[in-house]
């Protein structure tokens, strides 16, 4: 429990450099570059919004990923006169399945990353080759589900919106100091504080933002939930789900806790089903066990609306409600897939 107000204090930071990428122009920035780099061509606006939507996830979180980047996706779909259902459905997927490959990607992960006993640098380094085996599984089923969609041939767009250099550099050196902050012993929380600092800053000052949108962008209010709903998770005693779950880092016991960890997800939504899991993994779990866990709550929530926050969220930033159907149509191909070429991949990790 002591460790959860950091996390916290992590997380709040984070989104505020999330918000204020936004507020620079980033993600505008972003949809030009995509418009033109695609010359009209659907398909290619899928692949690059993959890429798009996997890095913003990874280094910005996936709230950047369905609150900022995907109305930008959307409009700039329609604008190319395009369909924008497997654009905006990619954001929505990798903003849960490229999520696992960073501390910072997640606040799920950020839970776990310091009962995992790893460096910032070794927990990339061992979820590296999951998050892109998922990437790689996600797009070749978008390419076959949405094959009618990705057909044809729209309007071509020059490329003339300026880059926001000074936010873009940031945020760069906030990653990097991600990784650097270990060596240092200095906790990457103060990072991340420091950007939203170095960022808010000339924001404030040319009135671009108020003090007011940056508290709210800190989003108290999810903060102050999780802290509840950590403070509640240890009143449940821990043997619940500990004796459902294995001790070894085999593949069969990987695949299992990511099983576990994803049906669970999707039954009482992934931020209490990690909190519930990492207390049922005790105080000094294998680090194997804890990224299976991870695995299964950021990838199993790509199975129905309610297993995310992020996905719930999703739905509210588009014009028009999607298909449910078509949500858990592609669910069903998509999740138990790379659930289980992920965790596959995490064992030879391992």
Request: proline share 7%; aromatic share 6%.
């Amino acid at each position: 429990m002591h460790e959860v107000p950091p996390t916290l204090g992590f997380l709040a930071a984070v989104l505020v450099v999330a918000h204020l990428a936004g507020v620079y122009g980033v993600f505008t920035w972003l949809g030009a570059k995509l418009a033109a780099a695609c010359h009209g061509r659907p398909r290619r606006l899928l692949v690059l919004t993959f890429a798009a939507a996997a890095g913003t996830t990874a280094v910005l979180s996936l709230d950047a990923t369905v609150v900022l980047l995907t109305p930008v996706v959307h409009a700039t779909a329609r604008r190319l006169k395009l369909t924008p259902r497997p654009h905006v459905f990619a954001c929505a997927h990798l903003a849960n399945s490229a999520s696992t490959l960073l501390p910072v990607s997640n606040l799920t992960n950020l839970l776990a990353f310091s009962a995992s006993g790893l460096t910032f640098g070794a927990f990339t380094k061992l979820m590296a080759l999951p998050w892109l085996v998922t990437i790689a599984l996600e797009l070749g089923v978008f390419v076959r589900f949405f094959a009618e969609d990705l057909e044809g041939h729209g309007e071509e767009e020059a490329d003339v919106e300026p880059a926001p250099v000074f936010a873009l550099v940031v945020v760069a050196l906030t990653l990097a100091g991600f990784g650097v902050a270990p060596l240092l012993r200095l906790a990457p929380a103060w990072v991340a504080a420091a950007a939203a600092v170095v960022l808010a800053a000339p924001a404030l000052a040319r009135r671009l933002v108020r003090v007011r949108d940056l508290v709210l962008a800190a989003n108290p209010v999810l903060c102050l939930a999780v802290f509840v709903l950590a403070w509640l998770v240890e009143l449940v005693p821990p043997n619940l789900l500990g004796a459902m779950l294995p001790e070894g880092t085999g593949l069969a016991e990987l695949l299992l806790t990511a099983v576990i960890a994803a049906v669970l997800a999707n039954v009482v939504n992934n931020l209490p089903a990690t909190l519930l899991l990492l207390a049922a993994l005790g105080p000094h779990p294998a680090a194997g066990l804890v990224l299976a866990v991870l695995l299964g709550v950021n990838l199993g929530p790509n199975a129905t609306y309610h297993g995310s926050l992020a996905t719930l969220l999703w739905r509210r930033t588009l014009p028009t409600r999607p298909s449910a159907r078509d949500f858990f149509r592609l669910g069903m191909l998509t999740t138990p897939l790379t659930l289980g070429a992920a965790t596959a991949a995490l064992w030879l990790s391992l």
